[in-house]
């Protein structure tokens, strides 16, 4: 007998065996990627979710995003964007996400276009659960954002950005001289319609009921403004222009009398609130009463070590482009320090 070839034969079939128990531990070799533990996954692909992809990828973590079920968050509903640093010219908000999206991967993030349907964050690793694959990561960035809430109108739809909008911090700039309306009347409507006389020649505040929600301040504020008027106890039932492709006014009915009038305007601002994209994590991160993630004060640190928040899912105040892209910046390196503090 060659004991040579015998001892040959026998290692590789010893090798054949271990590769193919290790197969089936992962569950299929097309398994092991998920299955491997990352440094960082991150939730989200707004400005928050791809400026953090940007600094963990080149702080060599090599994080793995998830681009949600909106990828690129709200700007890819925002028309021109003026008032992000480092366009001398607008830009429009798709295509701004669009960047990011292209300079994360290019520096090295894992970019997997999946709704997370489940998170597990009371074990360590984290698990994250998408498409039906299972993830690990020792960190996780939540950047999930918030939706404006909207009056659900087919008209509203199709007139975003070309005279609708749910900011106006983002688009007063281009009503200069112009005529607007501002549904709501709670604190976040009164502030918008009182922002907006900076650009408008007039703005009409319009309200369901007969007397407005916000703080006392900000109505006597509101009120005592020439450049403000109210209409009171009324719905708007349709936003007219979509066959111009820009608004030229309101239907409106008024709720007591039930009398449907038209309104002139030229622009339309939704302010009856937002609603923080954080469902996924009750019941295991701190949330203030309308569900937006508490975070540490000057961090973005969440009741659980090792899971941070930036962007609209944890900032109610601000709610702009490039607040969001800066807290991103601190969850990426929060995130870092974490990993860095705690390596075996």
Same mark, same amino acid.
């Given at each position: 007998?060659d004991?040579?070839?015998?001892?040959?034969?026998v290692?590789?079939? *010893?090798f054949?065996?271990?590769?193919v128990v290790?197969?089936?531990l992962l569950?299929g @070799?097309?398994?092991?990627?998920?299955l491997?533990t990352?440094?960082?996954?991150? &939730?989200g /692909?707004?400005? *928050?979710?791809?400026t953090a992809?940007i600094? *963990?990828a080149?702080?060599?973590?090599s994080?793995l995003?998830f681009?949600?079920?909106?990828?690129?968050?709200?700007l890819t509903?925002?028309?021109?964007?003026?008032?992000?640093?480092?366009f001398?010219?607008?830009?429009?908000?798709?295509t701004?996400?669009?960047?990011m999206?292209?300079?994360?991967?290019?520096v090295?993030t894992?970019i997997i276009?999946?709704?997370v349907?489940k998170?597990?964050l009371k074990?360590q690793?984290?698990?994250?659960e998408?498409?039906?694959k299972?993830?690990?990561? =020792?960190?996780?960035?939540?950047?999930t954002?918030a /939706?404006?809430l909207?009056?659900?109108?087919?008209?509203e739809?199709k007139l975003m950005?070309?005279?609708v /909008?749910?900011c106006?911090?983002?688009?007063g700039?281009?009503?200069k001289n112009?005529?607007?309306?501002?549904?709501?009347?709670?604190?976040t409507?009164?502030e918008e319609?009182?922002?907006?006389?900076?650009?408008a020649?007039k703005?009409?505040?319009i309200?369901?009921?007969?007397e407005?929600?916000?703080?006392k &301040?900000?109505?006597?504020?509101a009120r005592d403004?020439? =450049?403000i008027?109210?209409?009171w106890?009324?719905?708007?039932e349709d936003?007219?222009?979509?066959?111009?492709?820009?608004?030229t006014?309101l239907?409106? =009915?008024n709720?007591?009398?039930g =009398?449907?009038?038209?309104f002139?305007?030229?622009?339309l601002f939704?302010a @009856?609130?937002h609603?923080p994209n954080t469902?996924l994590?009750t019941?295991q991160?701190?949330?203030n009463?309308?569900g937006?993630?508490?975070?540490?004060k000057s961090?973005?640190?969440?009741n659980?070590a090792?899971?941070f928040?930036?962007g609209d899912?944890?900032d109610?105040?601000?709610?702009?482009a490039?607040?969001?892209?800066?807290?991103g910046c601190?969850a990426? @390196?929060d995130?870092?320090?974490?990993?860095?503090?705690?390596?075996s």
């Amino acid at each position: 007998m060659d004991y040579a070839k015998c001892s040959v034969f026998v290692t590789s079939a *010893a090798f054949l065996c271990t590769l193919v128990v290790h197969i089936d531990l992962l569950g299929g @070799i097309g398994e092991k990627r998920e299955l491997m533990t990352r440094n960082v996954i991150i &939730i989200g /692909s707004g400005a *928050a979710g791809l400026t953090a992809g940007i600094y *963990a990828a080149r702080a060599n973590l090599s994080p793995l995003l998830f681009s949600g079920s909106q990828p690129g968050g709200q700007l890819t509903i925002t028309s021109d964007v003026e008032n992000y640093p480092g366009f001398a010219e607008a830009i429009l908000g798709p295509t701004l996400m669009e960047e990011m999206r292209k300079q994360a991967a290019r520096v090295g993030t894992e970019i997997i276009d999946a709704n997370v349907s489940k998170v597990n964050l009371k074990q360590q690793p984290f698990v994250v659960e998408a498409d039906g694959k299972r993830y690990e990561s =020792k960190t996780i960035i939540v950047a999930t954002g918030a /939706s404006a809430l909207l009056l659900g109108l087919p008209s509203e739809s199709k007139l975003m950005g070309k005279g609708v /909008s749910a900011c106006a911090t983002c688009d007063g700039f281009f009503f200069k001289n112009q005529e607007v309306a501002v549904v709501g009347g709670g604190d976040t409507a009164i502030e918008e319609a009182t922002f907006l006389t900076k650009f408008a020649t007039k703005v009409t505040v319009i309200h369901r009921r007969n007397e407005l929600r916000a703080s006392k &301040i900000m109505q006597q504020r509101a009120r005592d403004n020439p =450049k403000i008027a109210f209409i009171w106890d009324t719905v708007v039932e349709d936003v007219l222009g979509v066959d111009q492709e820009r608004v030229t006014g309101l239907k409106l =009915k008024n709720l007591k009398t039930g =009398k449907v009038t038209e309104f002139r305007c030229d622009g339309l601002f939704v302010a @009856i609130g937002h609603k923080p994209n954080t469902d996924l994590f009750t019941g295991q991160l701190a949330m203030n009463e309308q569900g937006y993630l508490i975070t540490k004060k000057s961090t973005t640190e969440t009741n659980v070590a090792g899971v941070f928040a930036c962007g609209d899912c944890q900032d109610h105040v601000y709610r702009q482009a490039v607040t969001a892209a800066g807290t991103g910046c601190m969850a990426a @390196i929060d995130a870092e320090r974490f990993l860095q503090h705690h390596s075996s």
